[in-house]
């Protein structure tokens, strides 16, 4: 198995190798953040991933940075042993679309429809449309996850600080 | 039933509540005949918010949060969140508090394969191993509350460390339950590979090659009964796995047969571990001091779930309380390659496959029931419990 050093130095390579050169980071020793630049470059960037042998995508994590920001952020983690390289994409928080990994990573589809219905991301080529999580009755355009929404408490509930 | 086309197609819903599928899932299966042609899952009966809920709770009431994710495997949750956290504050748990958690982390997975064991059987209609595991198992969850005091959730994490040592009467009692259960575990590792009627049920039966685990993301037991060599455990070992090493299980035949003999083989790498762990345990403290509040930052936590790779995100704003924490549990990625899996399959097969992924589903609690020396009994409020519990935490009365 390809030792975890190695996996954050081919990452890296990649990125700036890229068409236009992707910034990285290095948070901690085992870990590559990759800031991809435009949605465009997503797919392909994965499928590099791929021909490299490097990880299988692990998690989406979908950040909300406030509605002051205007922007949602993505973050696709790839693992290898314990390299984990991250793919950070920053979209627009209203009327977001960008390409779904689903049609080369099958398992990315549930996480897709995850950040769909949290968050409000449209997936373009998700072929599974509808809620996974959330209840049939969920009132539309309302994302749980975004920081502006807090849920509903019910009269006469505690809350965590009581 | 309903016709779903012109031809002989017919889509079959099952679930959220159903007696071949006692966990709240809807699976909608289309048939030709007896032939799965498609399948779909529809989740979140048991959805509960809680990566919601913990932006809104400090990060050490989280950790009680985090535990209660699952009710068969809560010690890994509060593992990976407690792991997590502990890198974001710069501390770093003692090295017997690091061997503890490994100790309980190898209980719960003896009790969970032991649980999945009798699940699967019953699934196949062999509900004498049902019984018999289950069973068993007991003697994993008597040892559990013997040690922490609590059969489902342990609670044996604090932040920076662990609450409960071991003494020597614990040491025993484990050694004790594991010499039973290791025979037992080589009983039904010759039913599960001997036994024809069974056999018929498992071999051949939900075939996933190493590709196909591989590009659908299988994770855990699942993908290493599939020949994928993935086992957090050893690619990134955490809290004392490095200390103490795990063997590889891994399997290439990848059908039902396969999952079986890839847990019960590991349960057997358990109960090795725990011996030598408990042979070889570090003195010392079990915990370290923890601050309030957790420096900016973003880290990643990665833990071997008995049902595979669990993953966490964790994001600090610098306050007492996450910004962010992502979970991503085994069972959403295996659960998506069983669905691709029952194409073409029978029917009949469905519940086994399904079952075969061992997907994860709600336990139901225990009431805290406290029996006096003199033999009555009473029952606590949450106000009395949460009294209790501080004073026994800080000594003091409230």
Redesign the interface.
């Known amino acids: 198995m390809m030792p975890t050093e190695k996996a954050i130095e081919i990452g890296r390579e990649l990125a700036e190798r890229w068409t236009f050169h992707l910034e990285t980071r290095q948070p901690e020793p085992n870990r590559l953040d990759v800031l991809l630049t435009s949605p465009d470059d997503l797919v392909p960037f994965a499928v590099a991933l791929r021909v490299q042998r490097i990880g299988y995508l692990t998690a989406v994590t979908g950040l909300d940075p406030g509605p002051e920001s205007g922007m949602l952020e993505l973050l696709y983690h790839f693992c290898q042993g314990a390299a984990v390289i991250t793919l950070r994409l920053q979209v627009p928080r209203q009327g977001a679309v960008i390409p779904t990994l689903s049609m080369i990573i099958p398992s990315a589809e549930s996480s897709e429809r995850e950040i769909a219905e949290m968050f409000g991301v449209t997936f373009d080529g998700l072929r599974a449309a509808g809620h996974l999580y959330l209840p049939d009755e969920w009132p539309d355009a309302t994302y749980p996850l975004r920081k502006d929404w807090s849920p509903p408490v019910p009269a006469g509930a505690t809350t965590a600080e009581d | 039933m309903e016709e779903t086309t012109g031809t002989d197609l017919f889509t079959v819903p099952i679930g959220p509540q159903h007696p071949a599928l006692k966990e709240p899932s809807h699976f909608r299966i289309t048939v030709d005949g007896e032939i799965v042609t498609d399948a ?1 899952v ?3 009966y048991a ?1 509960r ?1 809680i ?3 913990a932006e ?2 400090n990060w050490v ?1 989280n950790l009680y949060l985090f535990e209660r994710v699952c009710g068969i495997c809560s010690h890994i949750h509060a593992t990976a969140y407690a792991l997590g956290v502990e ?1 974001l504050a710069g501390v770093e748990a003692p090295p017997r508090a690091q061997a503890i958690r490994v100790l309980v982390a190898e209980l719960e997975r003896i009790h969970s394969h032991l649980l999945w064991l009798g699940v699967a059987a019953h699934e196949a209609g062999f509900d004498t191993l049902f019984m018999y595991s289950w069973r068993d198992r007991e003697a994993i969850m008597d040892v559990l509350e013997g040690l922490t005091g609590n059969r489902v959730n342990y609670s044996a994490n604090v932040l920076g460390g662990v609450k409960c040592d071991v003494d020597d009467a614990q040491r025993d009692a484990i050694l004790k339950a594991l010499d039973m259960l290791e025979g037992r575990s080589h009983h039904y590792l010759d039913v599960v590979t001997t036994d024809a009627l069974f056999l018929q049920r498992t071999r051949g039966i939900g075939t996933m090659t190493r590709n196909q685990a ?4 299988a994770v855990g037991p699942t993908a290493r009964a599939s020949g994928v ?1 993935r086992d957090v455990r050893l ?3 955490y809290a004392a796995y490095a200390r103490y090493p795990v063997m590889r299980v891994v399997e290439t035949a990848g059908d039902l047969e396969a999952r079986f003999v890839v847990r019960i083989r590991e349960l057997f790498e358990s109960y090795r571990l725990i011996r030598y762990l408990l042979d070889n345990l570090p003195a010392g403290e079990i915990r370290g001091r923890m601050p309030r509040r957790v420096p900016q ?4 936590s ?1 833990v071997e779930a008995p049902r595979g ?1 669990l ?1 966490y ?1 964790l ?1 600090s704003n610098g306050t007492d309380t996450p910004e ?1 924490v ?1 979970v ?1 549990t085994p069972t ?2 295996n ?3 069983v669905v ?1 899996l029952v194409v073409g399959h029978q029917l009949a097969d469905v519940p086994m496959i399904l079952a075969g992924i061992d997907p994860c589903f709600s336990c139901n609690d225990r009431t805290v029931r406290l029996e006096e020396t003199n033999g009555r009994t009473h029952h606590w409020t949450w106000d009395q419990l949460r009294r209790y519990s501080l004073e026994v935490e800080h000594g003091r009365s409230l």
């Open positions: 779909t529809r989740l979140g959805h918010g990566e919601k809920a809104a709770r009431r890198r591989e590009v659908m993301g060599p690619d990134a070992p930052g973003e880290t990643i990665r790779e993953f995100f994001k962010r992502k991503r959403i990625y659960l998506t390659s691709k």
